[in-house]
């Protein structure tokens, strides 16, 4: 018989939840970066540009994770003639899938911005950039803090895809686990309730604060 | 960068890639009929039931929400075996995405439902319509029509996330493209043409379900 699982094998889960933790907020900060890109490229008076963005977001959001990480993994590879890290390539495919939905969201939350602030920008004879920027921007961003909690939730869950390209993180960790103690049905209810503790105070947060803003701006509640 | 590419060996094998877009086409539908269905029974129970059935329906939906879909199909396939449930590859997948799916539609579904005003309620009631009479009559369907769209993103993004069942060894897209990769050594090249061949299905799929909300909504209705 081989090992059993114990105390060490648990530990050997949870020393994963760094790296899943870090390759989400690696992915969230390079999303955030590309995000803030698309968002604004979305809202530009030009129509080239704002056609860019779109089709940036529609290519990411119709097509699966998987796919964008195999293209991506693959497409390094091709690209440096040498099988990369994973991380690299975990990394930059996770960023530019956080970018399209960091970048439908804050789009949405500048939207969701009065005219008349762009109005009252203007009339100060602000150009675009500085209405963006002295005006609209920070009052976007406190509305946008809910969905993008909210968007950090479905990341998390998602990075666990990157182990099917063998990148060593939380799930991949409970594969090797389950290969060596052949006790599956101990290992991934384990995984699935340390990924569970990670994300539900998150998505309370992300309730909470919805609530909040949306009795703050006077949005009525349904629920 | 020397890497020649060479997508004919791909457009050899286009057959059997089509062949396996159609699994997933097949895949996906059924899970989102059948999804659906828990849905609107989850929906009904967390609107009407009694408190018991709430809290159960509310604990399912958390736990699936907050969990990933990656693992919820590695304990439908690898875990239940453990207490004597034996699914195939292609059944496990589509269990767990009718579960997954019926999580998060159930949460939608349950908000068209709060949408429909109290009156309409009272209204029947006092027509004299019993419980199960006024949801199947008077609340289901408008709630149906509100949330419509959510429901066709939802649907849409199962579609896309049905591509990780392939590590299960079910068959449809990714993993025929998995195994066309592997044999010809073209990988960069097959997943390519997939995640385009995913496009398309993500395209189509929100033209099908246009077309459904026509159908079922619209036709011969003057408002």
């Not at chain 1, 063998?166 to 686990?177: C, I, K, N, S």
């Not at chain 2, 068209?112 to 309409?120: D, L, R, S, V, W």
Request: glycine share 8%; hydrophobic share 55%; net charge positive.
């Amino acid at each position: 018989m081989g090992r059993s699982f114990g105390t060490g094998e648990f530990l050997f889960l949870l020393k994963a939840i760094p790296s899943t933790l870090l390759l989400s907020l690696g992915a969230l900060a390079g999303g955030a970066i590309v995000g803030l890109f698309v968002a604004i490229l979305r809202i530009v008076p030009s129509r080239p540009l704002r056609w860019l963005a779109t089709s940036y977001i529609g290519l990411f959001q119709g097509t699966p994770v998987l796919m964008q990480l195999f293209v991506t993994y693959y497409g390094l590879a091709v690209l440096f003639k040498i099988q990369v890290d994973a991380w690299p390539a975990v990394l930059l495919a996770f960023s530019l899938y956080s970018g399209a939905f960091l970048g439908e969201i804050w789009r949405g939350s500048i939207e969701a911005i009065p005219r008349a602030q762009w109005e009252a920008a203007e009339c100060l004879s602000l150009g675009f950039p500085k209405q963006l920027w002295y005006v609209i921007l920070l009052q976007a961003a406190r509305i946008s803090i809910p969905p993008t909690v909210g968007f950090a939730v479905q990341l998390i869950k998602n990075t666990s895809i990157a182990a099917i390209i063998g990148f060593v993180e939380l799930t991949r960790a409970g594969q090797l686990m389950t290969n060596a103690t052949f006790e599956p049905m101990i290992v991934y209810p384990i995984v699935a309730a340390l990924y569970f503790i990670l994300c539900w105070p998150l998505s309370l947060v992300a309730q909470t604060l919805e609530r909040h803003i949306d009795a703050a701006l006077g949005i009525k509640q349904h629920f | 960068m020397n890497y020649v590419f060479q997508f004919n060996v791909v457009w050899d094998h286009l057959p059997e890639l089509l062949e396996g877009a159609l699994l997933t086409i097949q895949l996906s539908a059924t899970a989102m009929a059948l999804g659906l269905l828990v849905a609107i029974v989850c929906a009904y129970g967390k609107s009407a039931g009694p408190p018991p059935v709430r809290w159960l329906v509310a604990a399912y939906v958390e736990l699936i929400r907050n969990t990933p879909f990656l693992v919820q199909i590695f304990i439908f396939y690898f875990s239940l075996p453990v207490i004597g449930i034996r699914l195939t590859a292609n059944t496990a997948a589509l269990v767990a995405m009718t579960v997954n799916l019926g999580a998060y539609a159930a949460e939608i579904v349950r908000a068209g439902i709060e949408a429909i005003p109290h009156g309409q309620v009272e209204a029947a009631r006092a027509l004299g319509l019993k419980r199960l009479q006024i949801f199947r009559f008077i609340i289901i369907f408008p709630a149906l029509k509100t949330v419509y769209p959510a429901l066709a993103s939802q649907f849409i993004l199962l579609m896309l996330s049905s591509s990780v069942v392939s590590t299960i060894s079910a068959v449809e897209l990714t993993a025929i493209t998995n195994s066309l990769a592997s044999t010809t050594f073209r990988s960069f090249e097959f997943y390519f043409v997939a995640t385009g061949l995913y496009l398309a299905m993500a395209l189509g799929f929100r033209a099908g379900l246009g077309a459904i909300y026509w159908a079922v909504f619209q036709r011969g209705r003057t408002a």
